[in-house]
């Protein structure tokens, strides 16, 4: 049976697929690679920045939203003076 041409479908055979994959299937790969890669570096930043937040906390032996507070309200007395 042949395909007869409608103006907007295509045909799907073997050529049609293979193209299409070459196309847009090699860019979707390299575009899920890099999202992934891009979450990776994200978590390692987060986590350092979790790791950070620890270290302040054990070297002040306060909270950080403790030492935050702490911090406005000395520049908000040093504005008074």
Not at 13 to 35: A, D, M, P, Q, V
Not at 43 to 50: G, N, T, Y
Not at 60 to 72: A, E, N, Y
């Amino acid at each position: 049976m042949k395909f007869k041409y409608d103006g907007k479908s295509r045909p799907t055979n073997k050529t049609y697929t293979k193209r299409w994959f070459e196309i847009f299937g090699k860019k979707e790969e390299e575009e899920l690679k890099e999202s992934y890669e891009q979450s990776k570096r994200n978590k390692i930043e987060r986590q350092d920045l979790i790791d950070s937040i620890i270290d302040v906390e054990k070297k002040s032996g306060k909270d950080l939203v403790s030492l935050i507070i702490d911090r406005k309200r000395k520049e908000n007395n040093d504005k008074k003076k």
